[in-house]
């Protein structure tokens, strides 16, 4: 989970490449964890609302270029992110996408 993690900030302005699965789960799961502790804490100390609301804001680029890379992987193009925008149908479709197998030699 630490090197997905890891992998995630280093490539954080890759948006050409490709991830796999487990590099987009693990990494999206440790980026949960790390928010949620900052989010919790921020309940005892006003400080880390401050903190969390800086490392969501600058998780944003990284998350999504992991994001693209991870849709590439599946063999769609990057537009399919849009497909969110869709009411209900949208965010479940994607997440289908998202747990597809990686296609080799995409």
Request: hydrophobic share 55%; with cysteine; charged share 10%.
């Amino acid at each position: 989970m630490i090197n997905a993690y890891k992998k995630m900030w280093a490539r954080a302005f890759d948006f050409k490449g490709h991830s796999n699965r487990s590099d987009y789960w693990w990494a999206s799961l440790a980026s949960f964890i790390v928010a949620y502790i900052f989010y919790i804490l921020g309940a005892a100390a006003e400080i880390f609302f401050s903190i969390y609301f800086l490392y969501c804001f600058a998780q944003a680029i990284p998350g999504l270029s992991l994001t693209i890379r991870r849709v590439r992987d599946s063999g769609k193009s990057w537009p399919w992110i849009f497909i969110n925008l869709l009411p209900l149908v949208g965010p479940i479709w994607f997440i289908v996408i998202l747990c597809q197998p990686s296609i080799p030699n995409v």
